[in-house]
């Protein structure tokens, strides 16, 4: 059976999937895009994924796109004729097909929609059980972090500066030395006194969906959290560091470029959250209420 994709209003062999290339995405990375993990054939948080992306649209002005239970439709009937059970959902919906112009084309040009389902293996357990390592570098990403758009240049980068460094990710740090968030995760440490803290929601990160369910993990499990910046040399001196995200669940990090976080091995903590995370994941997809927006 072919792998299918969805585009623009049809289903699709993958190999045959395309846009046209006056599409803004391509030209612009004038689009928004989201990524749901898939566990027993059932989306992780598939409303938080739609509300996201929806205010993404919104602060973009792009108009005119699926509503969340058209989307819904497309992802479901994708994960099924794929046949995923472990996985993700891709997303973008782009401002549409028009002439290349900077200024935004006609009203009536419709947004572009793509939407992939692919299988995926989980994060490995082995590393986390070990702990990773992260390297650092300066965040040069443009001001409006909190919109999941396309446009990921500097995300590339560093991602690509981690794996050349065999790291398992990039910690992004403003040039005041204030952690923002990693490549492609949410950045967490844990201070003396064992209360979490990750930078509060803004321009700055990105509001991510994970984040928002290990924090009422965390508060359930009587942890305390502050939504607080912290900085480089804060995460360097701290108990536990460790990052959030939709493929990476909760990873302990265990080094930070040379410097090894507290006794090297991964922290109560993160351990604590990830186990908590894992059954989180197997409470919410054992019913299709997953699918519910």
Same mark, same amino acid.
């Given at each position: 059976?072919?792998?299918l994709?969805?585009?623009?209003?049809?289903?699709?062999?993958?190999?045959?999937?395309?846009?046209?290339?006056?599409?803004?995405?391509?030209?612009?990375?004038? *689009? +928004?895009?989201? %990524?749901? $993990?898939?566990?027993?054939? #059932?989306?992780?948080?598939?409303?938080?994924?739609?509300?996201? !992306?929806t205010?993404?649209?919104?602060?973009?002005?792009?108009s005119?796109?699926?509503?969340? *239970? +058209?989307?819904? %439709?497309? $992802?479901?009937?994708?994960? #099924?004729?794929?046949?995923?059970?472990?996985?993700?959902?891709? !997303?973008?919906i782009?401002?549409?097909?028009?002439?290349?112009?900077?200024?935004?084309?006609? *009203?009536?040009?419709?947004?572009?929609?793509?939407?992939t389902? #692919?299988?995926?293996?989980?994060?490995?357990?082995?590393?986390a059980?070990q702990?990773?390592?992260?390297?650092?570098?300066?965040d040069?990403?443009?001001?409006?972090c909190?919109?999941?758009?396309?446009?990921?240049?500097?995300?590339?980068?560093a991602?690509?500066?981690?794996?050349?460094?065999?790291?398992?990710e990039?910690?992004?740090?403003?040039?005041?030395?204030?952690?923002?968030?990693?490549?492609?995760?949410?950045?967490?440490?844990?201070?003396?006194?064992?209360?979490?803290?990750?930078?509060?929601?803004?321009?700055?990160?990105?509001?991510?969906?994970?984040?928002a369910?290990?924090?009422?993990?965390?508060?359930?499990?009587?942890i305390?959290?502050?939504?607080?910046?912290?900085?480089?040399?804060?995460?360097?001196?701290?108990?536990?560091?460790?990052?959030?995200?939709?493929?990476?669940?909760v990873?302990?990090?265990?080094?930070?470029?040379?410097?090894?976080?507290?006794?090297?091995?991964?922290?109560?903590v993160?351990?604590?959250?990830?186990?908590r995370?894992?059954?989180?994941?197997?409470?919410?997809?054992?019913?299709?209420?997953?699918?519910?927006?």
């Amino acid at each position: 059976m072919p792998h299918l994709a969805y585009v623009n209003g049809r289903y699709l062999p993958h190999r045959h999937a395309q846009v046209s290339i006056d599409d803004r995405a391509s030209q612009f990375a004038d *689009a +928004v895009y989201e %990524v749901t $993990c898939i566990a027993n054939g #059932r989306p992780v948080d598939h409303a938080g994924h739609l509300t996201r !992306i929806t205010r993404s649209l919104k602060e973009l002005r792009i108009s005119g796109a699926p509503s969340a *239970a +058209v989307l819904t %439709v497309i $992802c479901r009937e994708l994960v #099924r004729r794929n046949r995923i059970t472990r996985g993700i959902i891709y !997303i973008q919906i782009s401002r549409g097909i028009a002439p290349r112009a900077h200024g935004f084309p006609a *009203a009536s040009v419709k947004p572009s929609v793509i939407v992939t389902a #692919r299988a995926v293996a989980p994060p490995s357990e082995t590393v986390a059980e070990q702990g990773a390592k992260v390297i650092t570098a300066e965040d040069i990403r443009w001001g409006r972090c909190d919109i999941k758009s396309t446009s990921l240049l500097p995300n590339v980068l560093a991602r690509q500066a981690a794996v050349e460094a065999k790291a398992f990710e990039t910690l992004l740090y403003t040039p005041e030395g204030m952690v923002t968030e990693a490549s492609a995760s949410n950045a967490w440490m844990v201070d003396k006194d064992g209360t979490i803290l990750t930078h509060p929601l803004g321009h700055e990160i990105l509001g991510g969906v994970t984040r928002a369910a290990v924090i009422k993990l965390a508060k359930d499990a009587g942890i305390p959290v502050k939504e607080r910046a912290f900085t480089l040399q804060e995460a360097l001196a701290a108990r536990e560091v460790f990052l959030t995200g939709t493929t990476t669940f909760v990873m302990p990090i265990v080094q930070v470029d040379d410097r090894v976080i507290a006794n090297g091995a991964p922290g109560t903590v993160a351990r604590t959250l990830r186990a908590r995370y894992l059954a989180y994941i197997a409470h919410v997809t054992e019913t299709d209420a997953a699918w519910n927006v």
